[in-house]
């Protein structure tokens, strides 16, 4: 991949349709018993919602919520707060789990009949001790993350693999004791994002490790460039965010594509930075952007994403919403979003948003083959599926084996035969 390579017209990012300002339905993620707030940090594709919640005694732990329910996530023997931080399409979760000595350990969750088990994943070095933290889970069962590093202190980013093995992906160029590193992403494949740095070295240098295991730096250039990528998505692409010359000083969410190079996302009216968090396969950002203020309480946090040139603040097209949205977390290729929102009442609610049907299934063009429903089935709408078709925009996979309505994560016939009846079926 191109490294050191920054556009700042946003407008150019990759191949594929501007996106519509479409609505989106809402489902706050209830507390658990006796219990006051949800945070909500990640999401499969079957809308599985995973997080960190206060229960009835106040402590912190790991939650799942699935089909209306909030469960607390077991935590290690004697041990202290938890955090849920990933789930995949299979089930499993990750994240850490504090010790009964108060140190972080990174941990996964299975669900064995019926009931969930916490496993302790250990760290880089060979007796296991230290400190770790998960992130992120495929569905191949591979786990990202970083724990303590064998043969000294520092933490680097780590890959625990599914035979129980577990990589040390380094530090880029960064040398010595001081020198750390973070895994955050993993796609399907086994590549994985993060960041590296050293103490007295410089600001954070974004990392990618492609699936033949060799780092790449994606840095903004100039000698205060930063780079942290949170996300590799199935086709390579990189979300996260930036800093540099080209931003002036200010942190902002960003695309990296070896075409393209670092593309800036453009910012919500009003606001001055932000962190992207997560990339789909059909190359939506999302993350929060912000104002700060020297009074924390006049600070403003949004919740974004990004897609085709256009970001868009959650809070406007969410319907149902509690509270204001500050952040989302996750994406999935189907389009689910999981982030948080502040009551204004001390209350963090967890939310979850999904893409709502169109009125009409197959009015999605409008004139001149822009999405967007204009009630009458045209070219148009011919034109705006097929964009998203070859764009593996998650809203053309409508189809399933058999031609039947459905999301299975391809874009084949199948999604055309189901456009199609849609399509001479009219408003459905």
Known sequence: MKSNLVSVAAVALLAGCAWA????????????????STVGYGVNSAGMVVGQADNFSGQLVGFVYAAGVTEELPS????????????????????LCYNNNGVSRAVKWTKVAGTWTITDLGTLRADGTGFGVA???NN???????STREG??????????PDGSTTDVGTLNFAGNFAYSQLLGINQAGAVSGYAYATLQGPEHGMYVPTNGRSEDITPPGQFGLAQWHQVNDNGLLGGYVAGSSTGGEFRPAVYSETDGIVLAPMLEGLDGGYGYDLSNGRVLVGVMFHLEP?????????FKYAGGQTVDLNSVAIGLTGTMFEARTVTSNGLIVGTADSGLGVTEAVLLYPMPP??????GSTGGEPGADGLLDNNDFVVFIDWFFAQDSRADIGATGGVPGHDNAFDNNDFIVFIDQFFGGCI
């Open 140 to 146: 191949a069962g591979a786990i990202v993350g970083y």
């Open 21 to 36: 300002v479409e609505p989106m339905g809402s489902e706050m993620v209830p507390p658990l018993p006796g219990g006051l």
């Open 359 to 364: 009125a009409c299934a197959a009015d999605i």
């Open 76 to 95: 290690l023997p004697g041990a202290g707060s938890a955090q849920a931080q990933g789930i995949n399409d299979n089930g499993v979760i990750v994240g």
């Open 295 to 303: 009074d924390p309480s006049l600070s403003v946090f949004r919740a």
């Open 152 to 161: 000294g202190n520092s933490y680097h980013g780590t890959i625990w693999h």
């Open 135 to 137: 992130q992120r889970v």
